[in-house]
């Protein structure tokens, strides 16, 4: 099976070979990213890998990869090398193993697809005082560290960025998994302003925090919200009644 790498880092070479006696197999289409072990090594001072970003695409006998950043856009670079492979350890599905030159080897989940509307309050309420609220609805991103930009511009709301996890803790940890939907303001994008969760198999998740408010539904789990600008607006306005 051949490898194609569609930006100008070094060839990558995909391994179906057998190795301890296991073999592999070709990777699932769709995006992979190592945002979880970077996120955790960088919180216990260890020595992290470059964060990766990279979408898996096959065709006939080909695979395809290219890298993305995290809000999906294509990238011209990446700094992965060497060689693709799905993580052997038995039970673990939709994870790649990355070596790099300095031959630390990193893991790439495989994310989910999310789908999310999003209000934010405007900066100037309407003529009878009353607030005035920006919608955008089918935001796309996905849960291994997916951003996506909301509002700002002629808009009439201030910028927001929400970012969604699917959090696997640390070793040692025994915090529980989970999804995580963070709320990060233009002036913070490194921090967020708030954030939720929710179990990890749920079908959404969402945050209001008065002047924002967003839900998000995770692929496959369960059907994206109709919702839309006016229904919204509707309700909050029935709020004030």
């Given at each position: 099976m051949r490898l194609i790498?569609?930006?100008?880092?070094?060839?990558?070479?995909?391994?179906?070979?057998?190795?301890?006696g296991e073999r592999r197999t070709a990777p699932e289409p769709g995006i992979y990213t190592?945002?979880?072990?970077?996120?955790?090594?960088?919180?216990?001072?260890?020595?992290?890998a470059p964060w990766i970003s990279v979408t898996v695409d096959q065709t006939n006998d080909s695979i395809k990869v290219s890298g993305v950043d995290a809000f999906q856009k294509p990238i011209d670079e990446t700094t992965v090398s060497n060689a693709w492979k799905f993580?052997?350890?038995p039970g673990i599905k939709d994870r790649l193993q990355l070596s790099l030159p300095n031959g630390k080897v990193t893991e790439l989940r495989r994310a989910r697809a999310v789908s999310c509307w999003v209000s934010i309050r405007k900066d100037k309420v309407k003529a009878d005082g009353s607030e005035d609220w920006y919608f955008q609805s089918d935001v796309k991103l996905h849960?291994?560290?997916?951003?996506?930009?909301?509002?700002?511009?002629?808009?009439?709301?201030?910028?927001?960025?929400i970012r969604v996890r699917n959090v696997t803790w640390d070793t040692g940890s025994t915090?529980?998994?989970?999804v995580a939907l963070y709320v990060h303001k233009p002036d913070k994008?490194?921090?967020?302003?708030?954030y939720s969760w929710a179990a990890p198999d749920s079908a959404r998740v969402g945050i209001n925090l008065r002047w924002v408010q967003t839900g998000c539904t995770i692929g496959g789990l369960g059907q994206a919200s109709k919702l839309d600008g006016n229904k919204f607006k509707a309700g909050e306005e029935a709020k004030t009644k």
């Open positions: 790498l569609t930006t100008v880092a070094a060839v990558l070479v995909f391994s179906a070979s057998a190795d301890a190592n945002e979880e072990e970077v996120y955790f090594d960088l919180l216990a001072q260890r020595t992290a993580l052997p350890s849960d291994q560290g997916g951003r996506a930009i909301v509002g700002g511009g002629d808009s009439g709301a201030q910028a927001v960025m915090n529980a998994p989970v994008w490194e921090k967020a302003e708030s």
